[in-house]
């Protein structure tokens, strides 16, 4: 009886993950659409604005000043906890905040240089920097070799989305450099990010440092 009841319970708490996991799709699935529809509209406006006033880099400050903005906004209306942060914790903060805004000029940079699906190309090669970097700066983080396998097929589909029928490939050096100083700085910023002084930080709860306030 108590083999039959156990089993019973096991069979409803798998049926009730089962529920939550279906029905948790559908809002995945969502919000996976949101995000690429955003950030194509992103990537179409971006590049609109660039040629309109020919200013990439007060187009990336404006950005990340809008950004700013929105956490302060989102701290004083309580959509967020507040960062309990010390000067020691800040100055801490600053190495991957300036990655960030490297990582983000250099992106809008690169998208108003060439074209924005050549930037797009070459930014989809930022998990080989990532691995690169990983493995020669500390904290080291040494993959499985079937993960970095994966990175010759998102080399060969960054070369082959380069190449044009008819034209061979189509590159823009500076749209290609640009992207490539972006790609290093977010390769950095994960470094930072991993490293031992931001994981306690991350850690101690009474910082209010989750994943939303640390980018």
């Not at 604005?49 to 701290?75: E, K, N, P, R």
């Not at 004083?76 to 914790?89: A, H, Y």
């Not at 800040?90 to 060439?114: E, K």
């Amino acid at each position: 009886f108590c083999n039959m009841s156990s089993g019973k319970a096991m069979a409803q708490k798998s049926s009730s993950v089962g529920v939550k996991q279906s029905s948790s799709l559908p809002g995945l699935m969502l919000l996976i659409t949101g995000w690429y529809s955003g950030n194509a509209l992103y990537n179409i406006f971006n590049k609109k604005a660039t040629i309109m006033i020919d200013a990439h880099w007060s187009v990336a400050a404006a950005q990340l000043l809008v950004g700013i903005f929105m956490s302060l906004a989102s701290w004083v209306l309580g959509l967020r906890k507040l960062p309990n942060l010390s000067r020691e914790d800040i100055v801490a903060c600053i190495p991957p905040g300036f990655c960030i805004a490297i990582a983000h000029a250099g992106s809008v940079r690169a998208m108003g240089a060439g074209a924005v699906s050549f930037a797009q190309t070459v930014k989809a090669s930022e998990p080989v920097f990532a691995a690169v970097l990983g493995m020669i700066v500390p904290p080291y983080e040494v993959k499985s070799p079937t993960a970095y396998l994966m990175l010759l097929f998102i080399t060969a589909g960054v070369s082959i989305a380069c190449v044009k029928d008819g034209k061979g490939i189509d590159v823009n050096m500076m749209s290609l450099i640009y992207a490539s100083i972006s790609n290093i700085a977010a390769a950095a910023l994960k470094v930072f990010v991993n490293g031992p002084r931001l994981k306690t930080l991350r850690a101690d709860e009474s910082k209010n440092m989750d994943s939303a306030n640390v980018y």
